[in-house]
T-cell receptor, first 114, second 114 residues
Framework: GDSVTQMEGPVTLSEEAFLTINCTYT??????LFWYVQYPGEGLQLLLK?????DKGSNKGFEATYRKETTSFHLEKGSVQVSDSAVYFC?????????????FGTGTQLKVEL | EPEVTQTPSHQVTQMGQEVILRCVPI?????FYWYRQILGQKVEFLVS????????KSEIFDDQFSVERPDGSNFTLKIRSTKLEDSAMYFC????????????FGEGSRLTVL
């Protein structure tokens, strides 16, 4: 079945450091790929998405490129801030009877320190 | 900004008791979902609901689980006889468009079964 694998956390960085959170997927067909973020005490929020190979999703300084050849969707940010501290979830979806059911990775906690 | 709301935020119950988790999806959305995350594990799909019936469910969603949209605004998840392994964070989500719409998540309800 479909699955998503992302790097274990927590990831601890200093403010203004470069961030990469790795995500790879296994799926048949052509899934859409997503990054969701969960800030402390809040729900899951869509951060960015890409719906086909070579698409780049971007939002709030974060970027991820849909790489079909490596089945990856790594999340990057050039300069993190303390306010980026959160749990980041990689996910994929394909059309199903329920309309785009999401398959999630385990989540990676990011801690950004001053 | 419209949001998905869930209650309670945290519930502690004894094994064997019935639990109802409540969700108010975004008002014009048509597709509703429950996901759960056992501590340290992946966010897992439980069930999707459309047009007043279940459209898809996972293997986790056995006869102990049920969903209902009793009054056109609430979307509930009932666990008839809780087990220790039902302890998890339960997320409700809704979507307006099946094919392209973003999935909006609530903040989650943490269930602890003792």
């Amino acid at each position: 079945g479909d699955s998503v694998t992302q790097m274990e956390g927590p990831v601890t960085l200093s403010e203004e450091a470069f961030l990469t959170i790795n995500c790879t997927y296994t799926a048949t067909g052509y899934p859409s790929l997503f990054w969701y973020v969960q800030y402390p005490g809040e729900g899951l929020q869509l951060l960015l998405k890409a719906t086909k190979a070579d698409d780049k999703g971007s939002n709030k300084g974060f970027e991820a490129t849909y790489r079909k050849e490596t089945t990856s969707f790594h999340l990057e940010k050039g300069s993190v801030q303390v306010s980026d501290s959160a749990v980041y979830f990689c996910a994929l979806s394909k059309l199903t009877g329920g309309g785009n059911k999401l398959t999630f990775g385990t989540g990676t906690q990011l801690k950004v320190e001053l | 900004e419209p949001e998905v709301t869930q209650t309670p935020s945290h519930q502690v119950t004894q094994m064997g008791q019935e639990v109802i988790l409540r969700c108010v999806p975004i008002s014009n959305h048509l597709y509703f979902y429950w996901y759960r995350q056992i501590l340290g594990q992946k966010v897992e799909f439980l069930v999707s609901f459309y047009n007043n019936e279940i459209s898809e469910k996972s293997e986790i969603f056995d006869d102990q689980f049920s969903v209902e949209r009793p009054d056109g605004s609430n979307f509930t998840l009932k666990i008839r006889s809780t087990k220790l392994e039902d302890s998890a964070m339960y997320f409700c989500a809704s979507r307006g468009d099946a094919n392209t719409g973003e999935l909006f998540f609530g903040e989650g309800s943490r269930l602890t079964v003792l």
